[in-house]
């Protein structure tokens, strides 16, 4: 069953420095990729989502970069801020199948 | 306010029980999903629904059942064949299969 891996599985950031997160799949069948922010029992919110014809995508703080030639998506967090602590999720979905990464667990220091 | 709302936000199943979990949104959305979410780990697919009167078996379907009657709705019953329920439950909808999704915040089930 294809998988996404996501790397780190934590990350430590202080204010005001940028977090970055990592996935990786292993083709790229999927119509959207899309980034979600979690906080302690609350379903995830859409962060950001990119197309796989799209190399780059920003809205605020928050980046999609997407390298199709090594398989990889990466969130970029620009100043990140201790309300940014949550748990990011990254995804790939298509019309009959979506994926989920394990998650990256964020915290940010002050 | 459009959005996605699951209820109760906390469940209680006793032995032998069966459960039904709410889900309606009012996005218009064409697709609906049914996710378990064990603690700190990632999303599994139990059910999607790409339109009415139509849903698919996800990855971990076993001892929960789903209905799709009206756009909006699509409930999740987890049935006394679950033999560990305890979980959180999360609904999403997009506007169409494939699409970014939408959401809920959850549904905690434990056992008495």
């Known amino acids: 069953q294809q998988q996404v891996k996501q790397s780190p599985q934590s990350l430590i950031v202080q204010k005001g420095g940028i977090s970055i997160i990592n996935c990786a799949y292993e083709n790229t069948a999927f119509d959207y990729f899309p980034w979600y922010q979690q906080f302690p029992g609350k379903g995830p919110a859409l962060l950001i989502a990119?197309?796989?014809?799209?190399s780059e995508k920003k809205e605020g703080r928050f980046t999609i970069s997407f390298n199709k030639s090594a398989k990889q998506f990466s969130l970029h967090i620009m100043d990140s801020q201790p309300g940014d602590s949550a748990t990011y999720f990254c995804a790939m979905t298509s019309y009959d199948k979506v994926i989920f990464g394990p998650g990256t667990s964020l915290s940010v220091i002050p | 306010d459009g959005g996605i709302t699951q209820s109760p936000k906390y469940l209680f199943r006793k032995e032998g029980q069966n459960v039904t979990l709410s889900c309606e949104q009012n996005l218009n959305h064409d697709a609906m999903y049914w996710y378990r979410q064990d603690p700190g780990q990632g999303l599994r697919l139990i059910y999607y629904?790409?339109?009415?009167?139509?849903?698919q078996k996800g990855d971990i379907a076993e001892g929960y059942s789903v209905s799709r009657e009206k756009k909006e709705s699509f409930p999740l019953t987890v049935t006394s064949a679950q033999k560990n329920p305890t979980a959180f439950y999360l609904c999403?909808?997009?506007?169409?299969?494939?699409?970014?999704?939408?959401f809920g915040d959850g549904t905690r089930l434990s056992i008495l």
């Open positions: 990119i197309r796989p014809d799209v």
């Open positions: 999403a909808s997009s506007i169409t299969p494939g699409q970014p999704q939408h």
């Open positions: 629904s790409q339109i009415v009167n139509d849903f």
